[in-house]
């Protein structure tokens, strides 16, 4: 990598145009690799006609090397990277999914106990940390560059964060930021109506924390006045064709349009949430998805509960889980300084749509589709505190491997001792304008190690030496595509060039080894952070979404799937907590042998 080790004091994007561009992996070792990540999800047969389908695409006249030749030169002549404005377009923005769940991830802040702190408090502190952390990165640009092991990496997601919204179009959205100037204002959602208020001067300067806490508590006490409505944010969580219809039909009215474009324009979403949910698992289902008043198109939503509790939903087109976790952990651990009392601001203004009795009708229809659709998932929260980190390194593991394999192993033992599909988010954020790479973490050595792990005939030392074997694997897996040698960005770019240039689809894109190992029965990541856990839903109606935080002494991880599912999430939580029991024994056994 070229990118330098970073200065004392450096700027926060004083690195950014010098980072290295996401390379294109070779074609031949590449295909090579894809064919050792299939091995364990097919029959013998199965394989051979894969391989058979690889080989001719790769031969020396083969379709393989034509439509490399031509990635070439879109990486050649591409701004920032060959992948990067397809992968925006087919990853998220022409998704017709419903945001919520499918799409967007939430993140709840941990630090803040039920009944710790008064909803207003607590929603004014968390708002002028997260104005402070804009002032600090796009203003002053002091914020330490986001790095790794004293490397930076990219940062270009950030001017995304603020000022920054999805807008619904008919077959694939668009996303528009505002600049400073114009987004100096904060949206606010309380009891389904929408408020906003000048937070920061157009410099960035965020107000007093006391005139934040005053505002709030102005909108809290109108909303109180008003009488119930139907939240307008229902129609975001919409199929995306279905809300840009809609979208048009409340934007036709030049007053909506205005009001549309505050909302759009805002710095960022703070949700007074009327629910005080007190389990973990009822936690985070308020901040997957709540029902129907969060407003899922802006690039983030804090959100207060009545009880203090606190959560952030991210819209993931442009933001992913990483600079999401880094404002968190700044608003988790900001400290304020006493603000002193001042003349009161100008009160906060209330957006108000002209709703005709047509699109009421499409709003409560929306919501009423929205509670359905809410009603198809279980959620469920692990919260190991048996061991974290620090004992998963002492075993000689890594500790992400290890809970990879883990996430593995539960399914393993559920699917009738049949492997599946795995994806882990690879961070290709090394690269200028990276984002991710997929983990392929099915091998053919994790699944000698399971079934070896349901085997009572393997002794628990053979078990131990295959788990070695196989997160060896998973790790040499990650590293190479966190530095842009995985699989399926490659196979991605040649299947959309090829048509893009009017070429046939060659068969290597519809044998079962294709559809198989695209198949992410478990789609899964990790953002650690001592103040934060994040999840998401699955990706696949068979599938489960699995996100996790390893903290040193914990391990906490939203796992989610259908409530059709075979399997479903309390066996797949309570199977989780056996295997890592288990997995705990067989290291242990090492140890105490080698004492």
Known sequence: SRSASMERGAKSFQYQESLPRLPLPPLIPTLEKYLITVRPLLTEEEFQETKRRVEDYIKPDGLGHKMYQLLATRANNSKTHWLQEWWDHYAYLAVRDPSPVLVNYFFHLTEFEPDQMPQIERAAKLTYATLQFRK??????????????????????????????????????????????????????????FYTFDASSIDGEPIPLYAI?????????????????????????????????????????????????????????????????????????????????????????????????????????????????????????????????????????????????????????????????????????????????????????????FYQMAIQLVHFKLNGHVPVAIYESAQTKKFYCGRTEVGRNLSSDALVWMRAMVDPEVSVEKKRELLVTACKYHTAYLTAACNGQGVDRLLLGLKLIAQENKYPVHPIFEDKGFNISNNWILSTSQVSSPYSYCGYGPVVEDGFGVCYSIRDNAILSSMCCMKSHKVGIAKFHDTMRQTLSEMEMICEARIKANL
């Not at 001017?159 to 807008?167: A, D, H, L, N, P």
């Not at 809300?243 to 909302?263: A, F, G, Q, V």
């Not at 901040?287 to 009880?307: E, M, P, T």
């Not at 190991?384 to 491997?401: E, H, M, V």
């Open 136 to 193: 600090q990165l796009l203003i002053d640009q002091t914020l330490t560059p986001d790095n790794v092991r004293g490397k930076a990496i990219d940062m270009h997601a950030y001017y995304w964060m603020f000022g920054s919204c999805r807008i619904p179009r008919p077959h694939a959205d668009i996303n528009r930021v505002y600049p400073l100037a114009e987004s100096t204002h904060v949206l606010v959602i309380c009891k389904n109506r």
């Open 213 to 401: 806490e005053q505002q709030l508590e102005r909108i809290r006490h109108i909303a109180d006045q008003e009488k119930p409505i139907d939240p307008i944010s229902a129609l975001t969580t919409q199929n995306r064709d279905i809300w840009s219809k809609n979208y048009e039909k409340l934007i036709s009215d030049p007053h909506n349009r205005e009001e549309m474009t505050r909302i759009e324009s805002a710095a960022f979403v703070v949700v007074l949430d009327d629910t005080s949910p007190q389990h973990i698992d009822d936690i985070a289902r308020r901040f997957l998805h709540g029902d129907g008043q969060l407003y899922f198109d802006k690039s983030f939503q804090i959100i207060v509960c009545k009880n203090g509790v606190s959560g952030f939903n991210g819209e993931h087109s442009k933001l992913d889980g990483l600079p999401a976790a880094r404002v968190i952990d700044f608003m988790s651990t900001y400290k304020h300084s006493p603000s002193h009392p001042m003349p009161l601001p100008p009160m906060p203004a209330p957006i108000r749509f002209h709703i005709s009795d047509d699109m009421a009708s499409l709003i409560r229809s929306a919501c009423h589709d929205f509670a359905k659709f809410c009603g198809n998932f279980d959620l469920k929260i692990l919260n190991w505190t048996r061991f974290g980190s620090s004992q998963i390194k002492n075993f000689k593991l890594s500790p992400d491997a």
